[in-house]
């Protein structure tokens, strides 16, 4: 596919901002063989003066260097933030980004271009795409409630880290239910946030805010973190043994010291391994493949089983169950719900439970709530259920009730 031209006569006009001269000349010299882009030079190792050369430069398309550190910093990515409601911003790196450039990145203020598998024709093509969506929508681009959305981000950003000091966050657990057994085989850990004010918050409200500020990072380790300690109450108070299912946002695969702190976090719980399950998306693995599939592989070898979720709706599925370590899939609810009322969705499930046990990955089922669902799914064979027929995501007291009274039930009707 040849690449996009710039829309409008004349050449896009780039603004590059990085630290070493030596890396301006690497960008200019992928650019000598396109006319329709012509680089402007700045050479700025501590960010000094920035502000003057974004507001006054004449450009069309800022280039930044995002591994940019010095003593402006702060003041430099606030005129950046700036810049970006009249200019398109390519932000781009070959190592970690600092915390401020990646919550700025997360909060939409720039577009993101890994360097490790640049070349020149995705490096020229990012910057024309900027261009052209950013003529596209010039008569509407006034950002349409983009500062709202930032200001209301960044409340919710400031609450989190309170509710981390303050302890204001809670898991909430969902039990799996054993379709042959009707026992309770697992439970996913659901994160809460009791509000001082709101009350009782569910994720999709405060979630979406924490993973494009960076701040899911440590939020995730402290579920895993909680969920160990409720594995280890389990072992020592003789429950019955139970997976205990997490959810690994995509952020924390951009922590490039994520194995070794659920490593460390696994040794200072002294738990089964076997019975925690680490739930991942398809999207998660798409940052930094090769990494991830070794971070994978490293937790597995410790015991960890991880469960791909949302399985169906992405488009690499075979893919990851080919080459990750995949012990489990979760059946979206999506499908679920339309059992009953399409044949497409039956052929579907059907066909993700037979490709699935052939492969030897156990499925489980979310958003089962009608009998009718549950009869369908247990003639499929489908290994569990999740799902309102059953429960709803419970408290940890009542989670270990409800288990008792499940496991019970389940005994008296084998």
């Not at 970006?84 to 070959?94: G, R």
């Not at 949302?310 to 679920?336: A, E, R």
């Not at 709803?392 to 009274?405: A, E, I, K, S, Y």
Request: proline fraction near 4%.
């Amino acid at each position: 596919m040849p690449l996009p031209s710039a829309p409008g006569a004349g050449s896009v006009r780039l603004l590059i901002l990085t630290a070493e001269y030596t890396d301006f000349l690497w960008l200019e010299s992928m650019l000598l063989e396109d006319p329709e882009l012509m680089p402007d030079a700045v050479w700025c190792p501590d960010l000094v003066d920035c502000d003057d050369l974004i507001r006054n430069a004449s450009f069309d398309v800022i280039v930044w260097d995002c591994v940019l550190h010095g003593s402006s910093e702060t003041a430099f990515l606030q005129y950046l933030c700036v810049a970006s409601d009249d200019k398109p911003v390519l932000a781009m790196s070959a190592e970690p980004c600092s915390e401020k450039a990646e919550t700025l990145i997360g909060h939409g203020a720039a577009d993101y271009l890994c360097l490790q598998s640049l070349d020149r024709w995705n490096f020229c093509r990012a910057v024309k795409y900027l261009w052209y969506r950013e003529c596209l929508s010039e008569s509407t681009r006034a950002q349409r409630g983009r500062e709202a959305h930032m200001a209301a981000d960044m409340r919710v950003e400031e609450g989190l880290r309170r509710a981390l000091r303050a302890g204001e966050l809670e898991l909430y657990y969902q039990p799996r239910i054993d379709l042959a057994t009707e026992e309770v085989r697992g439970v996913e850990c659901l994160l809460r946030w009791n509000h001082p004010e709101r009350g009782l918050v569910m994720p999709d409200q405060f979630i979406p805010a924490a993973e494009r500020s960076g701040l899911i990072v440590p939020i995730g380790y402290w579920v895993i973190e909680q969920a160990c300690r409720r594995l280890q109450e389990c072992q020592e108070q003789g429950l019955p043994a139970m997976v205990f299912a997490v959810n690994l946002s995509f952020r924390q695969f951009h922590d490039r010291k994520m194995t070794e702190t659920i490593f460390r976090i696994i040794f200072n719980s002294n738990i089964d391994t076997s019975l925690l399950e680490l739930e991942l998306t398809e999207s998660a693995m798409m940052h930094d493949p090769d990494y991830a599939q070794r971070c994978l592989r490293e937790l597995n070898q410790l015991g960890i089983s991880f469960a791909l979720d949302d399985f169906g709706t992405g488009f690499s599925s075979l893919s990851n169950l080919q080459h990750l370590p995949i012990s489990l899939v979760k059946i979206d609810k999506s499908f679920v719900q339309d059992l009953g009322e399409s044949a497409d969705a039956e052929h579907i499930i059907r066909a993700i439970i037979s490709l699935a046990h052939s492969l030897r990955i156990s499925v489980v089922a979310e958003g089962v709530e009608t009998e009718g669902q549950l009869e369908f799914l247990r003639h499929q064979h489908c290994d569990e259920i999740q799902g309102y027929y059953y429960a709803r995501p419970m408290p940890w007291q009542d989670l270990v009730q409800f288990v008792d009274q499940q496991n019970q039930f389940a005994c008296l009707q084998n």
